[in-house]
């Protein structure tokens, strides 16, 4: 019996080598795949009898044969191999036209921190909020979120724009691809082997979030995740003119707390003001 080679102990690269075998009618490369494979997952392991082997084997010599007989033609065209330049225009296609050429119904979701970043720079949710929603808190019926873990345990609901719905509603099929079984968490990591599909961590966020900000050249206290909600509370007070509604959204306990966008707001309006004057 061979011993699996360690690049094959990964379900991906022995699909990929698989199918490099059947390409190339590669037949020894294929029956040694099998015994790899009944190794590790087969119930009685490697304690297989070489009568049960041989018949495993003689099955796989026989599909082949029938399947690609001797006689039959290769592929008819060769496969494509990608030269630099053609990685080159594939790039630049992407960058400048991507959107335009993907239609909206087949692009690819959000990925769960671009999407923890529109919860807190659209809907005004802290750090600490996103990462307790629940797939069960989207209430898409109704156009809402529900907060269940606010500060200070106060749960409130907040509205959804339809394009954040749009977003949340691609992601979903993407999350229960690899959502673990029972996970209940809305955001889950897409990496690592032990992390994978549970629930994204404060940290996590936090260590994506610093990255975007250095890669963007952010100065260093404009950094903080929290400048998300800042943003979205001068939203909200630009497009609603009402304090008392900034602070429900934003789950603010004292309405003088969410003073602070209407200042912030004034602060705005004088400096366009000085612009026209410059003018």
Same mark, same amino acid.
């Given at each position: 019996?061979?011993?699996?080679?360690?690049?094959?102990?990964?379900?991906?690269?022995?699909? !990929?080598?698989?199918?490099?075998?059947?390409?190339?009618?590669?037949?020894?490369?294929?029956?040694?795949?099998?015994?790899?494979?009944?190794?590790?997952?087969?119930?009685?392991?490697?304690?297989?009898?070489?009568?049960?082997?041989?018949?495993?084997?003689?099955?796989?010599?026989?599909?082949?044969?029938?399947?690609?007989?001797?006689?039959?033609?290769?592929?008819?065209?060769?496969?494509?191999? #990608?030269?630099?330049?053609?990685?080159?225009?594939?790039?630049?296609?992407?960058?400048?036209?991507?959107?335009?050429?993907?239609?909206?119904?087949?692009?690819?979701?959000?990925?769960? /921190?671009?999407?923890?970043?529109?919860?807190?720079?659209? /809907?005004?949710?802290?750090?600490?909020?996103? #990462? /307790?929603?629940? !797939?069960? +808190?989207?209430? *898409?019926?109704?156009?809402?979120?529900?907060?269940?873990?606010?500060?200070? $345990?106060?749960? %409130?609901? !907040?509205? @959804?724009?339809?394009?954040?719905?749009?977003? @949340?509603?691609?992601?979903?099929?993407?999350?229960?691809?690899? /959502? %673990?079984?029972?996970?209940?968490?809305?955001?889950?990591?897409?990496? $690592?082997?032990?992390?994978?599909? %549970?629930?994204?961590?404060?940290?996590?966020?936090?260590?994506? *979030?610093?990255? +975007?900000?250095?890669?963007? $050249? *952010?100065?260093?206290?404009?950094?903080? !995740?929290?400048?998300?909600? +800042?943003?979205?509370?001068?939203?909200?007070?630009?497009?609603?003119?009402?304090?008392?509604?900034?602070?429900?959204?934003?789950?603010?306990?004292?309405?003088?707390?969410?003073?602070?966008?209407?200042?912030?707001?004034?602060?705005?309006?004088?400096?366009?003001?000085?612009?026209?004057?410059?003018?």
């Amino acid at each position: 019996m061979l011993a699996p080679l360690a690049n094959w102990q990964d379900p991906k690269k022995r699909r !990929v080598t698989a199918l490099q075998a059947l390409q190339t009618r590669d037949e020894e490369r294929l029956l040694e795949l099998h015994r790899v494979y009944l190794a590790l997952k087969g119930r009685r392991r490697a304690r297989l009898s070489s009568h049960t082997l041989a018949a495993y084997e003689t099955g796989i010599r026989e599909f082949l044969a029938w399947a690609w007989p001797p006689e039959a033609a290769g592929p008819r065209m060769p496969l494509w191999t #990608v030269g630099s330049d053609e990685v080159d225009i594939w790039l630049h296609t992407l960058e400048t036209e991507g959107s335009r050429l993907v239609p909206p119904e087949r692009r690819r979701p959000l990925r769960p /921190a671009s999407l923890a970043a529109r919860l807190m720079g659209e /809907a005004g949710l802290r750090l600490s909020e996103v #990462v /307790a929603l629940d !797939v069960g +808190h989207v209430l *898409f019926a109704e156009g809402l979120l529900e907060v269940r873990r606010g500060k200070g $345990g106060k749960g %409130r609901s !907040v509205p @959804l724009s339809k394009s954040l719905l749009r977003e @949340l509603e691609a992601w979903l099929k993407l999350r229960q691809l690899h /959502a %673990r079984a029972g996970e209940p968490a809305l955001l889950i990591n897409m990496g $690592g082997r032990k992390a994978h599909g %549970r629930r994204m961590s404060a940290r996590n966020l936090q260590l994506r *979030f610093a990255e +975007h900000y250095r890669a963007l $050249g *952010f100065p260093a206290r404009y950094r903080g !995740v929290h400048l998300l909600r +800042h943003t979205a509370g001068t939203r909200y007070y630009q497009g609603l003119r009402d304090l008392y509604a900034v602070a429900t959204l934003l789950g603010h306990t004292d309405v003088n707390t969410s003073a602070i966008y209407a200042k912030m707001d004034r602060e705005e309006l004088q400096r366009r003001v000085e612009g026209l004057e410059a003018e």
